[in-house]
Protein backbone atom coordinates (compact mmCIF):
# COMPACT_ATOMS: atom_id res chain seq x y z
CA UNK A 1 0.00 0.00 0.00
CA UNK A 2 2.95 2.50 0.31
CA UNK A 3 3.86 4.87 -2.33
CA UNK A 4 6.92 7.14 -2.65
CA UNK A 5 5.81 10.75 -2.07
CA UNK A 6 6.25 12.71 -5.33
CA UNK A 7 9.04 14.91 -6.09
CA UNK A 8 8.21 18.07 -4.02
CA UNK A 9 7.29 15.85 -0.65
CA UNK A 10 10.88 14.58 -1.04
CA UNK A 11 12.44 17.90 -1.28
CA UNK A 12 10.66 19.62 1.61
CA UNK A 13 11.34 16.42 3.60
CA UNK A 14 15.01 16.97 2.73
CA UNK A 15 14.87 20.87 3.44
CA UNK A 16 13.35 20.74 6.64
CA UNK A 17 16.03 17.73 7.68
CA UNK A 18 18.91 19.90 6.80
CA UNK A 19 17.25 22.64 8.48
CA UNK A 20 17.14 25.04 5.11
CA UNK A 21 13.78 25.20 6.06
CA UNK A 22 13.32 25.69 10.20
CA UNK A 23 11.41 27.32 12.69
CA UNK A 24 8.23 25.59 14.36
CA UNK A 25 5.66 27.85 12.15
CA UNK A 26 7.34 28.10 8.97
CA UNK A 27 8.07 24.16 9.25
CA UNK A 28 4.32 23.76 9.67
CA UNK A 29 3.25 25.80 6.44
CA UNK A 30 5.87 24.09 4.80
CA UNK A 31 4.51 20.77 5.56
CA UNK A 32 0.79 21.72 4.65
CA UNK A 33 2.02 23.03 1.21
CA UNK A 34 3.96 19.96 0.20
CA UNK A 35 0.97 17.92 1.74
CA UNK A 36 -1.54 19.75 -1.62
CA UNK A 37 1.66 19.45 -3.96
CA UNK A 38 1.59 15.43 -3.14
CA UNK A 39 -2.25 16.07 -4.14
CA UNK A 40 -1.72 17.23 -7.27
CA UNK A 41 0.91 15.42 -8.45
CA UNK A 42 -0.83 12.31 -7.09
CA UNK A 43 -4.49 13.15 -8.81
CA UNK A 44 -2.10 14.22 -12.04
CA UNK A 45 -0.13 10.50 -12.23
CA UNK A 46 -0.39 6.80 -12.89
CA UNK A 47 -2.38 4.20 -10.43
CA UNK A 48 -3.77 7.18 -8.04
CA UNK A 49 -5.10 9.44 -10.53
CA UNK A 50 -8.43 7.08 -11.11
CA UNK A 51 -8.12 4.90 -7.49
CA UNK A 52 -8.98 7.24 -4.77
CA UNK A 53 -7.81 4.27 -1.93
CA UNK A 54 -4.10 4.66 -3.75
CA UNK A 55 -4.60 8.71 -3.57
CA UNK A 56 -5.40 8.39 0.13
CA UNK A 57 -2.07 5.64 0.95
CA UNK A 58 0.09 8.36 -1.20
CA UNK A 59 -1.47 11.18 1.09
CA UNK A 60 -0.39 8.96 3.92
CA UNK A 61 2.88 8.19 2.75
CA UNK A 62 3.49 11.83 2.04
CA UNK A 63 2.43 12.61 5.58
CA UNK A 64 4.45 9.79 7.30
CA UNK A 65 7.77 11.11 4.99
CA UNK A 66 6.95 14.80 6.30
CA UNK A 67 6.70 13.43 9.79
CA UNK A 68 10.02 11.62 10.08
CA UNK A 69 12.23 14.78 9.32
CA UNK A 70 12.57 16.14 12.82
CA UNK A 71 11.09 15.34 16.13
CA UNK A 72 10.42 17.80 18.33
CA UNK A 73 8.18 20.63 16.99
CA UNK A 74 4.52 19.15 17.34
CA UNK A 75 3.49 22.34 14.51
CA UNK A 76 4.85 19.56 12.20
CA UNK A 77 1.96 16.35 13.18
CA UNK A 78 0.07 19.11 14.27
CA UNK A 79 0.03 20.54 10.20
CA UNK A 80 -0.52 17.24 8.98
CA UNK A 81 -3.01 16.15 11.14
CA UNK A 82 -5.60 19.72 10.54
CA UNK A 83 -5.10 18.61 6.49
CA UNK A 84 -5.55 15.00 6.32
CA UNK A 85 -8.53 14.62 8.82
CA UNK A 86 -9.77 17.19 6.31
CA UNK A 87 -8.47 14.87 3.37
CA UNK A 88 -12.71 13.90 1.96
CA UNK A 89 -14.85 12.80 -1.29
CA UNK A 90 -15.76 9.81 -3.14
CA UNK A 91 -13.47 11.27 -6.07
CA UNK A 92 -9.85 11.59 -6.59
CA UNK A 93 -10.60 15.03 -7.55
CA UNK A 94 -12.86 15.89 -4.59
CA UNK A 95 -10.11 14.21 -2.49
CA UNK A 96 -7.69 16.55 -4.46
CA UNK A 97 -9.34 19.99 -3.82
CA UNK A 98 -10.29 18.69 -0.13
CA UNK A 99 -6.59 18.43 0.39
CA UNK A 100 -5.59 21.40 -1.11
CA UNK A 101 -8.40 23.25 0.60
CA UNK A 102 -7.52 22.52 3.59
CA UNK A 103 -3.98 22.87 3.00
CA UNK A 104 -4.90 27.11 1.85
CA UNK A 105 -6.83 27.25 4.95
CA UNK A 106 -3.92 25.92 7.49
CA UNK A 107 -1.57 28.40 6.16
CA UNK A 108 -4.28 31.27 6.37
CA UNK A 109 -4.81 30.25 9.56
CA UNK A 110 -1.27 30.22 10.75
CA UNK A 111 -0.61 33.60 9.32
CA UNK A 112 -3.52 35.50 11.00
CA UNK A 113 -3.03 33.67 14.41
CA UNK A 114 0.84 35.22 13.98
CA UNK A 115 -0.60 38.42 13.69
CA UNK A 116 -2.90 38.22 16.59
CA UNK A 117 -0.43 37.07 18.96
CA UNK A 118 2.04 39.74 18.14
CA UNK A 119 -0.79 41.96 18.85
CA UNK A 120 -1.09 40.40 22.17
CA UNK A 121 2.43 40.06 22.82
CA UNK A 122 3.08 43.58 22.26
CA UNK A 123 0.89 44.75 24.75
CA UNK A 124 3.71 43.11 27.78
CA UNK A 125 6.55 45.59 26.05
CA UNK A 126 6.48 48.75 26.52
CA UNK A 127 8.06 52.21 24.39
CA UNK A 128 11.22 52.58 25.73
CA UNK A 129 11.60 48.81 26.47
CA UNK A 130 14.81 46.43 25.65
CA UNK A 131 14.41 43.05 24.62
CA UNK A 132 16.24 40.31 24.77
CA UNK A 133 15.91 37.50 22.24
CA UNK A 134 17.53 33.51 21.80
CA UNK A 135 17.25 31.69 18.74
CA UNK A 136 14.75 32.83 15.46
CA UNK A 137 11.45 32.67 16.19
CA UNK A 138 8.51 34.47 14.07
CA UNK A 139 6.31 33.93 16.16
CA UNK A 140 8.59 36.09 18.93
CA UNK A 141 9.58 38.95 16.48
CA UNK A 142 5.72 39.25 15.69
CA UNK A 143 5.18 40.50 18.98
CA UNK A 144 8.51 43.13 18.75
CA UNK A 145 7.36 44.05 15.06
CA UNK A 146 3.75 44.68 16.43
CA UNK A 147 5.02 46.58 19.39
CA UNK A 148 7.19 49.04 17.05
CA UNK A 149 4.22 48.97 14.79
CA UNK A 150 1.99 50.33 17.83
CA UNK A 151 4.90 53.39 17.44
CA UNK A 152 6.83 52.21 20.63
CA UNK A 153 10.31 52.57 20.80
CA UNK A 154 11.99 49.05 21.13
CA UNK A 155 15.59 47.80 20.94
CA UNK A 156 17.30 44.48 20.96
CA UNK A 157 19.53 42.37 22.48
CA UNK A 158 19.98 38.97 19.98
CA UNK A 159 22.02 36.05 21.06
CA UNK A 160 23.98 34.60 18.79
CA UNK A 161 22.34 30.98 18.85
CA UNK A 162 25.28 28.15 19.09
CA UNK A 163 25.68 26.05 16.97
CA UNK A 164 23.96 27.28 14.18
CA UNK A 165 23.51 30.57 14.64
CA UNK A 166 20.07 31.67 14.11
CA UNK A 167 20.52 34.85 15.68
CA UNK A 168 22.10 36.28 12.89
CA UNK A 169 18.89 35.90 10.96
CA UNK A 170 16.62 37.48 14.01
CA UNK A 171 19.18 40.73 14.58
CA UNK A 172 18.97 40.89 10.58
CA UNK A 173 14.98 41.07 11.01
CA UNK A 174 15.28 43.45 13.68
CA UNK A 175 17.80 45.31 11.74
CA UNK A 176 14.85 45.65 9.09
CA UNK A 177 12.06 46.83 11.22
CA UNK A 178 13.85 49.33 12.78
CA UNK A 179 14.89 48.16 15.93
CA UNK A 180 18.67 49.01 16.98
CA UNK A 181 20.37 45.55 18.04
CA UNK A 182 23.08 44.50 19.75
CA UNK A 183 24.55 40.73 19.03
CA UNK A 184 26.17 39.11 21.85
CA UNK A 185 27.85 35.57 22.27
CA UNK A 186 25.53 33.27 23.85
CA UNK A 187 27.35 33.01 27.26
CA UNK A 188 27.33 36.91 27.70
CA UNK A 189 23.38 36.57 28.27
CA UNK A 190 23.47 37.32 31.76
CA UNK A 191 26.04 40.19 32.15
CA UNK A 192 23.23 41.78 29.84
CA UNK A 193 20.49 40.76 31.24
CA UNK A 194 20.82 43.86 33.31
CA UNK A 195 20.43 45.96 30.50
CA UNK A 196 16.86 44.38 29.28
CA UNK A 197 13.48 44.54 30.46
CA UNK A 198 12.18 42.05 28.74
CA UNK A 199 12.74 38.05 27.28
CA UNK A 200 11.06 37.10 24.54
CA UNK A 201 11.17 33.50 22.83
CA UNK A 202 9.61 31.23 20.68
CA UNK A 203 8.62 27.58 21.50
CA UNK A 204 8.68 24.37 19.36
CA UNK A 205 6.20 22.66 21.79
CA UNK A 206 4.54 23.53 24.83
CA UNK A 207 3.76 20.45 26.85
CA UNK A 208 0.54 20.03 29.20
CA UNK A 209 2.33 21.34 32.60
CA UNK A 210 3.15 24.38 30.70
CA UNK A 211 6.72 23.50 29.79
CA UNK A 212 8.39 25.37 27.00
CA UNK A 213 10.41 23.29 24.57
CA UNK A 214 12.80 25.33 22.76
CA UNK A 215 16.15 25.93 21.21
CA UNK A 216 18.79 24.76 23.44
CA UNK A 217 19.67 27.31 26.04
CA UNK A 218 16.28 28.80 26.61
CA UNK A 219 16.20 27.26 30.07
CA UNK A 220 19.33 28.77 31.15
CA UNK A 221 18.41 31.95 29.91
CA UNK A 222 15.01 31.44 31.71
CA UNK A 223 16.48 30.49 35.07
CA UNK A 224 19.32 33.82 34.77
CA UNK A 225 16.24 35.49 33.88
CA UNK A 226 14.30 35.22 36.97
CA UNK A 227 17.45 35.41 39.48
CA UNK A 228 18.05 38.76 37.56
CA UNK A 229 14.71 39.38 38.22
CA UNK A 230 13.59 40.10 34.06
CA UNK A 231 10.39 38.85 32.97
CA UNK A 232 10.05 35.93 30.47
CA UNK A 233 7.64 35.58 27.65
CA UNK A 234 7.27 32.94 25.12
CA UNK A 235 5.38 33.52 22.22
CA UNK A 236 3.88 30.55 20.63
CA UNK A 237 0.12 30.10 18.56
CA UNK A 238 -1.83 27.13 19.77
CA UNK A 239 -0.05 25.30 16.90
CA UNK A 240 2.96 24.60 19.16
CA UNK A 241 0.68 22.85 22.09
CA UNK A 242 1.58 19.16 22.13
CA UNK A 243 -1.44 17.02 22.60
CA UNK A 244 0.08 13.87 23.50
CA UNK A 245 1.54 15.69 26.62
CA UNK A 246 -1.89 15.81 27.68
CA UNK A 247 -1.83 11.64 28.23
CA UNK A 248 1.49 11.88 29.60
CA UNK A 249 3.67 11.68 27.04
CA UNK A 250 7.10 13.77 26.67
CA UNK A 251 8.15 15.46 24.35
CA UNK A 252 11.37 13.96 22.14
CA UNK A 253 14.70 16.08 22.09
CA UNK A 254 16.23 16.01 18.77
CA UNK A 255 20.23 15.12 19.29
CA UNK A 256 21.73 16.53 15.94
CA UNK A 257 25.59 15.83 14.83
CA UNK A 258 28.50 16.93 16.23
CA UNK A 259 29.95 18.52 12.88
CA UNK A 260 27.66 21.47 14.35
CA UNK A 261 29.61 21.57 16.89
CA UNK A 262 33.03 20.95 15.88
CA UNK A 263 34.61 20.87 12.76
CA UNK A 264 35.35 17.76 11.22
CA UNK A 265 38.86 18.64 9.96
CA UNK A 266 40.28 19.60 13.74
CA UNK A 267 37.90 16.55 15.21
CA UNK A 268 41.00 14.61 15.05
CA UNK A 269 43.29 16.09 16.52
CA UNK A 270 40.97 16.61 20.12
CA UNK A 271 40.64 12.48 19.49
CA UNK A 272 38.52 10.54 21.65
CA UNK A 273 35.67 12.67 22.72
CA UNK A 274 32.20 11.95 23.20
CA UNK A 275 30.19 15.19 21.31
CA UNK A 276 26.72 16.05 22.30
CA UNK A 277 24.38 18.13 20.82
CA UNK A 278 21.03 18.19 21.56
CA UNK A 279 18.56 21.13 19.36
CA UNK A 280 16.18 21.82 22.20
CA UNK A 281 15.78 21.76 26.00
CA UNK A 282 12.56 21.62 28.55
CA UNK A 283 12.10 25.23 30.34
CA UNK A 284 10.29 24.31 33.75
CA UNK A 285 6.69 26.72 33.86
CA UNK A 286 7.71 27.91 37.12
CA UNK A 287 10.69 30.00 34.94
CA UNK A 288 8.27 31.24 32.54
CA UNK A 289 6.01 34.24 33.28
CA UNK A 290 3.39 33.81 30.10
CA UNK A 291 3.15 31.87 27.26
CA UNK A 292 1.24 34.47 24.30
CA UNK A 293 -0.82 32.69 22.00
CA UNK A 294 -3.33 34.45 19.22
CA UNK A 295 -5.82 33.33 22.06
CA UNK A 296 -4.50 35.34 24.93
CA UNK A 297 -2.09 35.24 27.18
CA UNK A 298 -1.33 32.27 29.79
CA UNK A 299 0.33 31.45 32.75
CA UNK A 300 2.03 28.30 32.24
CA UNK A 301 0.35 26.11 34.53
CA UNK A 302 -3.19 27.03 33.19
CA UNK A 303 -1.88 26.33 29.47
CA UNK A 304 -3.24 22.99 30.06
CA UNK A 305 -7.16 24.17 30.17
CA UNK A 306 -6.55 25.51 26.05
CA UNK A 307 -5.17 22.37 25.42
CA UNK A 308 -8.48 20.53 26.88
CA UNK A 309 -10.29 22.23 24.84
CA UNK A 310 -8.68 22.39 21.71
CA UNK A 311 -7.75 18.56 21.61
CA UNK A 312 -10.28 17.04 24.11
CA UNK A 313 -10.52 14.21 21.98
CA UNK A 314 -7.19 13.13 21.79
CA UNK A 315 -5.01 13.19 18.79
CA UNK A 316 -5.38 11.19 16.25
CA UNK A 317 -2.81 10.12 13.49
CA UNK A 318 -4.04 9.81 10.19
CA UNK A 319 -1.00 9.69 8.25
CA UNK A 320 -0.54 5.79 9.64
CA UNK A 321 -0.87 3.40 7.43
C1 LIG B 1 13.97 27.10 16.07
C2 LIG B 1 13.44 27.49 17.41
C3 LIG B 1 12.38 28.57 17.45
C4 LIG B 1 11.00 27.88 17.44
C5 LIG B 1 9.88 28.88 17.23
O1 LIG B 1 14.81 25.96 16.12
O2 LIG B 1 13.79 26.93 18.44
O3 LIG B 1 12.48 29.32 18.61
O4 LIG B 1 10.95 26.93 16.40
O5 LIG B 1 9.98 29.47 15.95
P1 LIG B 1 15.48 25.41 14.76
P2 LIG B 1 8.67 30.08 15.24
O6 LIG B 1 16.27 26.53 14.18
O7 LIG B 1 16.34 24.26 15.23
O8 LIG B 1 14.37 24.95 13.86
O9 LIG B 1 8.13 31.09 16.19
O10 LIG B 1 9.16 30.69 13.96
O11 LIG B 1 7.72 28.96 15.02
Redesign the pocket.
Known amino acids: TDTEPAAPVRETAESIAT ?1 EI ?7 SAAAEALAEQAEAAAASGETASDPAAFRASLRAAGRTLRET ?1 PT ?1 V ?1 LPNALRYVLQRMEGETVDELRRSVVGASDAFVRQLDRAQEDLGRVGANRLADGDTVMT ?8 ACIEAAVEQGKSISAVVKETRP ?1 Q ?1 GHITAEQLRDAGVPVTLIVDSAARRYLDEVDHVV ?4 SIAADGGVI ?2 IG ?1 SGLAVNARERGVPIMT ?3 TI ?1 LHPETLTGHTVEI ?1 MRDESEVIDPETRDEIGEIDVRNP ?2 DVTPPRYMDAIVTEQGQFPPESIVTLMRELFGEGAAEPWAE
Not at 22 to 28: D, F, M, N, P, Q
Not at 134 to 141: E, R, V
Open positions: MRGAATIARASHCHSTDALRQVGADNKTAAQKEAF
